[in-house]
């Protein structure tokens, strides 16, 4: 398992990644193993002016933003790979 533990900016998508945890089960690449990475970060959205949970679902992973404070959500994303590792 990896953590970081040290918040780096994401400029173009404007946003504070908080904490990011990578890790495998399995052997990746062997079509039973997988890679899975969990970032929370804070985001800077000035056109939204809402509070509460919104989420979106794709293939093989969710983002969801918890908004308490308008304008500053706090997105938390999850993604899986079957294919290989996470960079």
């Known amino acids: 398992m990896r953590v ?18 990578r890790w ?18 804070l985001c800077l959205e000035p056109h939204d002016m809402w509070i509460g949970l919104f989420w979106r679902r794709g293939w093989q992973e969710w983002t969801a933003w918890l908004c308490l404070v308008p304008c500053f959500p706090l997105r938390v994303h999850y993604q899986r ?7």
């Open 81 to 87: 790979s079957y294919g290989g590792r996470f960079p």
């Open 24 to 41: 495998e089960h399995g052997a990746v690449g062997d079509g039973a193993g997988y890679s899975v990475k969990v970032s929370a970060s």
């Open 4 to 21: 970081q533990w040290q918040p780096n900016v994401i400029g173009r998508e404007r946003r504070i990644c908080l904490t990011r945890l």
